[in-house]
């Protein structure tokens, strides 16, 4: 039978619950594994890149790494025994993820080179309609978000950069068929990506500036590489690396008492990067630029043992004047200085408090989620969305951690998504729909939560939007995540057409 949309409804009531999964990366992955474990197979991962791994496969820039240790950032039900080092490199991190995908089959449920340009909600089906890029219209009863927050670039607008005659690129999409051996190099912003390719690059480049707004806190890295009897003994004795794994989670966990305004525990880290800071540099001024003025955990505490060092080299400087505007030859600061350079790189960050863009997603009655969320994006428990039904974020508003792995809490959100999907199922209702008053109690509480963060301190950071809003952290410990999402309470639900 086809109804009045074309769609086909006793073919789709027959195939079982569709779902369509946005993204083959760490979210989207392990989404479509446990949806498999879980007997749902009528499932498609819609991927833009030509391969899997998200933002591991687009960030290849040198020295790109884990700011989380290795053992930790894995799925706990495929745990990696043989780690190279205590923070595992990008090379490495995006081979696992894409182990994941061959062993759990998932390749044939992957379509490459299919960006969903636009999602639109049929409240008479309960099916959603996928545009792709490429013209290609599909629909799903659900539809799970795996793209995350750190997937589109941000390139500041700066006058002048359309002139500029050198290289020029984001440290997210680097360039390597670029040599920069010998080169004078700007580096426009110092945050998670610049403190791990500034040092690298430091090394061959003839001359480098690196153009800072403002210092952060960095502290050293516990890293080497672990021993070949580390290993052996992981893999023959599989618990010792489970137990190791929630050791690391329980000191992480601890770490989130540095993110309260006035902690003993920040104090500690300023501490220690003062002391790294000491230790590296001896010039006065350069330590004066490099001192952060506001609390550690405002902004992003970064962890590097090479850092500073690598500025205190001849052929590095810093300049926190600000950048002015681009000429065809280097980049002019507002003290009216031109530095001429060959190379241009923006180490700028991502747009991240944009979670969905640019896909135009509407939801019931033509609702937009532009409008939605124009005071700032906010979701239920950071996977739902009101007026959006039978869809659901992984990564989403308010899921960012500062202290702990993102994959501990997809794992929360996924067990979280597949018990709504197995309540839809169960009922045969059209569609699952967060009610409006439960999503914004949930987040009436977590804004007051967070007011007594260093996250809503006055620094501006990429956690939080022009208006000082925070749309990105979680305001609370992982455990306390974990507890919360154990299983959905429905009564926060509606349920439409589902059996009595």
């Known amino acids: 039978m086809v109804d009045g949309t074309g769609i086909d409804t006793a073919r789709v ?24 474990q879980a007997g749902i197979s009528n499932f498609t991962i819609y991927e833009k890149a030509d391969r899997v791994g998200g933002t591991w496969r687009d960030n290849t820039y040198p020295g790109a790494g884990c700011d989380v240790p290795s053992m930790l950032y894995s799925y706990s039900f495929e745990p990696k025994l043989d780690w190279s080092r205590r923070f595992a490199p990008q ?35 309960g099916l959603w309609h996928l545009e792709m890029k490429d013209g290609r219209e599909v629909t799903a009863n659900i539809v799970v978000s795996g793209v995350g927050q750190l997937n589109r670039p941000f390139t500041p607008d700066i006058p002048g950069l359309d002139e500029f005659e050198g290289i020029e690129f984001h440290s997210a999409r680097w360039e390597h068929e670029h040599d920069l051996t010998g080169k004078t ?18 090394k061959v480049v003839k001359d480098m500036t690196v153009f800072q707004r403002t210092p952060n806190w960095v502290v050293p890295k516990a890293d080497r590489p672990y021993k070949e009897w580390e290993k052996k003994l992981y893999r023959a004795f599989p618990f010792v690396a489970r137990l190791q794994r929630w050791l690391i989670w329980m000191t992480l966990e601890r770490n989130f008492l540095a993110f309260t305004q006035g902690s003993f525990f920040g104090k500690l880290f300023e501490k220690a990067s003062k002391k790294a800071l ?5 010039d006065p001024e350069l330590r004066k630029k490099l001192t952060p003025d506001y609390p550690a ?19 590095v400087h810093v300049d926190d004047h600000g ?16 530095h001429k350079v060959d190379a241009i790189i923006f180490a700028t960050g991502f747009e991240a408090t944009r979670f969905l863009a640019p896909m135009d997603v509407t939801g019931r009655g033509g609702l937009d989620l532009n409008d939605a969320w124009a005071k700032g994006a906010e979701a239920h428990r950071g996977v739902a969305l009101a007026g959006f039904p039978n869809f659901f ?30 309540a839809v199922k169960a009922s045969h209702a059209r569609y699952i729909d967060v009610k409006p008053e439960a999503m914004a109690e949930f987040n009436r509480e977590l804004q007051e939560d967070m007011q007594s963060t260093v996250w809503a301190a006055g620094c501006s950071s990429w956690y939080k939007t022009e208006d000082g809003r925070v749309t990105n952290n979680w305001s609370s410990f992982t ?16 349920l439409a057409g589902a059996n009595a």
């Open 323 to 338: 950048v002015d505007r681009i000429t065809k030859e280097g980049v002019v600061t507002k003290d009216g200085v031109e």
């Open 393 to 422: 974020m992984l990564y989403g508003p308010n899921t960012n951690l500062g202290h702990n792995s993102i994959i501990f809490m997809i794992e929360c959100q996924v067990n979280y998504i597949l018990q709504c999907i197995e």
């Open 278 to 282: 000491e230790d590296a540099i001896a």
């Open 297 to 315: 955990g405002c902004k992003r505490i970064l962890l590097s043992n090479d850092w500073f060092p690598a500025l205190a080299r001849p052929n």
């Open 13 to 36: 009531r027959e195939e079982g619950l569709s779902v369509a999964i946005l993204g083959a990366g760490a979210g989207g992955l392990c989404m479509a594994i446990r949806l498999r």
């Open 185 to 202: 190099v700007a580096v426009i912003g110092n945050g998670a990506s610049a403190i791990q390719f500034v040092p690298e690059i430091a």
């Open 479 to 494: 455990a306390r995540y974990w507890w919360e999402m154990r299983q959905p309470d429905f009564d926060e639900y509606s």
């Open 91 to 125: 090379p490495e991190i995006e081979e696992y993820f894409e182990h994941v995908a061959r062993k759990y089959r998932l390749y044939p449920h992957i379509q490459f080179d299919s960006e969903v340009r636009a999602a639109r909600f049929d409240e008479a089906t």
